[in-house]
């Protein structure tokens, strides 16, 4: 009977366990290898907060903001653009879409506030 049990748990291994020794005699454990972060509900919570922001953003914001938003930080799957690109693509200046992104992204902070609430 023992033997049984022994092999059932010959293949086992531990993560404590030793799997090397460098010159120094300080060894390394499987679990120094073997990387595993725990961050599901941090990547539920982050998929969570991008949807109400972009609902928030189709909802809340003129359709002038929304596009500044949505091309200055990549809300529809593209690279987000800089400031001066935008400002090429909409055919204005590079300082008023500074103004308009300030302005959106301030009624988008109000908006998660009340949404928080």
């Known amino acids: 009977m023992y033997f049984r049990s022994a092999r059932k748990s010959a293949a086992d291994v531990s993560l404590s366990e030793s799997i090397e020794a460098d010159g ?3 060894s390394l454990c499987l679990m120094d290898v073997v990387c595993f972060e725990d ?3 941090e990547q539920i919570s982050r998929n969570e907060l991008s949807q ?3 609902r928030l953003v189709n909802e809340i914001l003129d359709a002038r903001e929304s596009e500044i938003i949505r091309l200055r930080y990549g809300l529809d799957g593209e690279l987000p653009k800089t400031q001066h ?3 090429e693509i909409c055919g204005i200046s590079r300082s008023y879409v500074s103004r308009i992104e300030k302005k959106a ?3 988008l902070r109000k908006a998660l506030e009340e949404a928080g609430s």
């Open 24 to 26: 120094a005699g300080s």
């Open 39 to 41: 961050d599901m509900l």
């Open 52 to 54: 109400t922001i972009g």
């Open 85 to 87: 690109d935008v400002a």
């Open 105 to 107: 992204l301030e009624k």
